[in-house]
C-alpha cells in the first residue's frame, strides 16, 4: 500500500458569498461575467463552506489553500469597485482561515488590479493584517504583459516578503481562434488559451529580464508550468543563437532555462501522470507543489496521479506538503 502523505492543496478557489453577492451586482454589465454566475452557482462548494468541510472528510490530512475564483475584478470593476471587492473577499477569506484552521491553512490576497497603488496598499494589509501568505495575480494583468514595469514594486514587496504569487491564467471566449472568426469555439479559449497565456507569461518574464532582477521573487504557476515543462527544449534552447538570428538582446547573464526553473508549478493536470513526470523532470521536485483546481475536477483522481509517480518517496512528500510550508513559511 502506497503511504499516506499529510497534503497542502496549495491552488483551490473560493467565492466567499457575501463577496459572491456584491461582485455580481457591481459588475453587471461586464461581457467577462456573461454566464459566469450561473456556472458558479453549478459548483456550490465554491460558497458553501458546509459543503466544502463535507467533502473533505473523505481525505485524512488534506488542507487547502484559498484563493478567489475569476473574474479577474481588474476586468468586471472600476477602480474605487475592485478595491471594495478586494477587500470585502480577503476579510471573508481570512474569516473562513480562522474559524477553520484545521482545513484550511492560508488565504490568498485578492487584489485591484486596475490601480497598482491601491493594490499594493491591500496587499500590505492582507499579508500583515490578515495574516495571508500571498497574493493573486492574473496574466494577462490589466490587459497588460507582467513584465510591465508597473507592477515591478508587487514584485519588489513580495520578495521583501519572501512570500509567493499565485499566477492564473484568463482569456475570454471573444478571443477567437483564427482572425476570421468572431469568438473562440469549443472552449478553446480556456482549455488550451489559458495554458497558452500562462507559457506566454512566463517567457516575456524570463526574457525581459523581470526574473534576473528579482531572482528570489517566487511565482507559482498554475497547471504545472503550462507549455515550458513539454517544450523545454524549443523554449530555452540555443537561445544565443536565436537571438542574433532575430536580432533581439535579452541581455541574460544566464541561459533562460535558468530562470525559468524559478518558477514553482502546482499539479493541476486533472489527474494526469505522465503530465506530472514531465514537469517534474524539468521542475524538480523543490519546485513542485500539490495544486488540484478544486472545487473543480475529481480530488482523488488528482491525489493519486501524484501518488502514482515513480519518484522517491521523499520528492512525494516535498511535492505534498514539504514545499508548500516552506512557501508559506507554515
Request: hydrophobic share 40%; aromatic share 10%; charged share 20%.
Amino acid at each position: 500500500m502506497a503511504k499516506q502523505f499529510p497534503k497542502i492543496d496549495i491552488f483551490t478557489h473560493i467565492l466567499p458569498d457575501k463577496y459572491r453577492k456584491a461582485l455580481y451586482k457591481k459588475a453587471q454589465g461586464s461581457l467577462y461575467m456573461e454566464g459566469l454566475e450561473n456556472h458558479h452557482n453549478a459548483i456550490p462548494a465554491l460558497f458553501d463552506i458546509e459543503l466544502r468541510l463535507s467533502t473533505m472528510k473523505g481525505y485524512e490530512g488534506l488542507r487547502q489553500v484559498l484563493t478567489i475564483i475569476s473574474p479577474p475584478l481588474e476586468m468586471v470593476a472600476n477602480p474605487s469597485d475592485a478595491v471594495e471587492l478586494a477587500k470585502m473577499a480577503n476579510e471573508e477569506m481570512a474569516g473562513v482561515v480562522a474559524k477553520y484552521p484545521d482545513h484550511f491553512v492560508a488565504g490568498v490576497a485578492c487584489l485591484p488590479m486596475n490601480d497598482i497603488d491601491a493594490a499594493l496598499k491591500e496587499a500590505e494589509r492582507a499579508i500583515e493584517a490578515l495574516n495571508m501568505k500571498g497574493v493573486l495575480i492574473y496574466t494577462p494583468c490589466n490587459g497588460k504583459p507582467l513584465d510591465s514595469p508597473e507592477f515591478f514594486p508587487l514584485y519588489e514587496m513580495m520578495t521583501k516578503y519572501d512570500l509567493p504569487i499565485w499566477l492564473h491564467p484568463t482569456r475570454g471566449a471573444d478571443t477567437p481562434d483564427y482572425k476570421n472568426e468572431s469568438h473562440s469555439k469549443y472552449r478553446i479559449f480556456q482549455t488550451v488559451g489559458w495554458l497558452y497565456e500562462t507559457t506566454v507569461a512566463m517567457m516575456r518574464l524570463v526574457l525581459s529580464g523581470t526574473l534576473a532582477r528579482y531572482p528570489s521573487l517566487k511565482i507559482i504557476t498554475h497547471h504545472c508550468g503550462a507549455m515550458v515543462p513539454y517544450f523545454a527544449a524549443r523554449l530555452c534552447g540555443e537561445h544565443k543563437a536565436l537571438e542574433k538570428a532575430a536580432g533581439i538582446n535579452t541581455g541574460l547573464s544566464k541561459p533562460p532555462v535558468e530562470y525559468f526553473k524559478l518558477f514553482y508549478a502546482d499539479t493541476a493536470l486533472s489527474g494526469y501522470t505522465p503530465g506530472l513526470m514531465c514537469g517534474y523532470a524539468f521542475f524538480g521536485a523543490e519546485h513542485m507543489v500539490f495544486g488540484s483546481d478544486l472545487p473543480f475536477g475529481n480530488i482523488e483522481r488528482k491525489i493519486a496521479s501524484v501518488e502514482q509517480m515513480d519518484i522517491p518517496e521523499l520528492h512525494k512528500h516535498q511535492i505534498f506538503e514539504g514545499n508548500a510550508k516552506r512557501l508559506l513559511h507554515i
